[in-house]
């Protein structure tokens, strides 16, 4: 069987699709699977790094402001067509799957003209545009949250699954994970990162933490800047970092660390929700006010209302309440645990199977 997954922009677009790549492979060691993005995302790096092959089409994303960028974006998505046609007569899929982000709406709606079974996979409580059109179209809806279901039209295709998971989080023993990152034994670790492309203003809070508190830090920190934010990081650090201080652009090995983490502070995007909550890791969310419908904030607020995250809202933020936090948290062993604990009972590590399982129904159905 063929398979072509395309979803891009950020990871919690890519990462769903990895997810997905590997249980399909995991069920059908034969398949073959081709990913569709563009070169403007971390698709290109992260797919390929998975040893996946992914073609590339031109098409970006529509402003929510008239502008003349609407009329070259248009342009693009027409003349993304027939790339896409080329894509579908060469490697002649026996499925698509679309995990979000303007890149996959012209593949899945080309593929669902052809009458191939397509499914989409939302990640957020609140639909995306894209994904809320192609609802109208695929053989089926897989969704994370409840919520999302009234906000799509086409309920009869719509399934609850979750939110994928990589399994590869699971196969990871803290203490093997810890000694792997080879930072100073006996000290908590606390992970700082703001999603694949980085969160300027927690960066921001962060620095500061460091030049204002190096020398006093009772944890290991581990601060992921993001690509295009990291020299601007760096280049504001005003004090030499210890060896309990790290500072990445981004994090590759992102399993491991989050396997060691015993405190971790990020946004709210539905993947890392998902994945602190399948691991079990305590953490503190700084929910992005740039996203829509405020999703985020959403997301973190499901997990403070159990008990496993605290939030905190990007205009209440700054170095002193975050260090704040921190030593509260880190200094209370026994309410980490719980957290913990909570977490982990939000957590739902099949999604991915249950996504498998959609696929297969719609290839069915389309074979009958």
Do not use: W
Request: hydrophobic letters at 40%.
């Amino acid at each position: 069987m063929r398979y072509i997954i395309s979803g891009g922009g950020t990871g919690g677009h890519i990462y769903p699709g990895l997810a997905i790549a590997k249980e399909i492979l995991k069920n059908e060691p034969d398949a073959e699977i081709l990913f569709v993005g563009t070169k403007h995302g971390l698709e290109g790096q992260l797919v390929s790094r998975e040893g996946f092959n992914i073609e590339f089409i031109e098409v970006s994303g529509f402003k929510r402001k008239l502008s003349f960028d609407n009329i070259k974006t248009l342009l693009r998505l027409f003349r993304s067509f027939g790339r896409i046609r080329k894509i579908l007569n060469e490697f002649k899929p026996d499925a698509v799957i679309g995990t979000g982000g303007y890149v996959c709406g012209p593949v899945v709606f080309s593929a669902a003209l052809r009458k191939i079974p397509t499914i989409i996979h939302e990640q957020n409580a609140f639909p995306g545009v894209t994904n809320k059109i192609l609802s109208k179209y695929v053989d089926a809806v897989a969704i994370s949250f409840e919520e999302s279901r009234q906000r799509f039209k086409s309920k009869a295709k719509i399934v609850l699954t979750g939110n994928p998971v990589r399994s590869e989080l699971f196969d990871l023993d803290k203490n093997t994970a810890k000694a792997k990152l080879n930072m100073p034994e006996g000290r908590p670790l606390v992970v700082v990162f703001g999603g694949s492309l980085g969160a300027e203003h927690i960066n921001e809070c962060v620095t500061k933490l460091v030049n204002d508190h190096c020398e006093e830090l009772p944890f290991n920190l581990i601060l992921a800047t993001g690509m295009k934010h990291y020299d601007k990081v760096t280049g504001k650090i005003e004090v030499k970092l210890p060896s309990y201080i790290r500072i990445e652009p981004y994090l590759y090995n992102m399993g491991e660390v989050l396997a060691s983490a015993d405190l971790v502070v990020c946004r709210g995007g539905a993947i890392t929700v998902s994945e602190l909550s399948a691991l079990g890791v305590p953490s503190i969310i700084i929910p992005s006010p740039f996203v829509a419908e405020n999703h985020q904030e959403y997301n973190a607020r499901a997990l403070e209302q159990k008990g496993a995250a605290v939030v905190i809202l990007q205009n209440q933020l700054d170095s002193e309440i975050l260090y704040g936090q921190l030593l509260k948290l880190i200094s209370n062993k026994e309410l980490l645990i719980k957290m913990a604990s909570s977490a982990k009972k939000l957590g739902k590590r099949d999604a991915v199977s249950d996504i498998y399982s959609l696929i297969k129904s719609a290839m069915k159905g389309r074979s009958l």
